[in-house]
Nanobody, 124 residues
Framework: QVQLVESGGGLVQPGGSLRLSCAASGSIVSIVTMGWYRQAPGKQRELVAQITSGGTTNYVDSVKGRFTISKDGAKNTVYLQMNSLKPEDTAVYYC??????????????????WGRGTQVTVSS
């Protein structure tokens, strides 16, 4: 199986920065996409940023120009650099890996794996 470990959340003042990391381990053959989602209280989980194995990125409009997603393929790790943070960025942030894994009888499958979430709070 695949395990994801997130780190980097915390409390920051408006205008500040945080860097989130998410490292995957386990029986990974390859990674298709890596992404960050967030869920604020009373709201649905939303995609914040995504990066493909080839490096193509996309962002939700509200974070464009402030957040940057990047990856280290050798370490199966994805990062989210968050600058100019706003109170409305406050949420639990989850990483998602879509990965190809080796299953039983040598069969490969593509599955989604979620991290447990890390709290980001932007407040003065």
């Amino acid at each position: 199986q695949v395990q994801l470990v997130e780190s980097g959340g915390g409390l920051v003042q408006p205008g500040g920065s945080l860097r989130l990391s998410c490292a995957a381990s386990g029986s990974i053959v390859s990674i298709v996409t890596m992404g960050w989602y967030r869920q604020a209280p009373g709201k649905q989980r939303e995609l914040v940023a995504q990066i493909t194995s080839g490096g193509t990125t996309n962002y939700v409009d509200s974070v464009k120009g402030r957040f940057t997603i990047s990856k280290d393929g050798a370490k199966n790790t994805v990062y989210l650099q968050m600058n100019s943070l706003k109170p409305e960025d406050t949420a639990v942030y989850y990483c998602l890996f879509r990965a190809v894994i080796d299953g039983t009888f040598g069969l490969r499958s593509v599955n989604d794996y979620w991290g447990r979430g890390t709290q980001v709070t932007v407040s003065s």
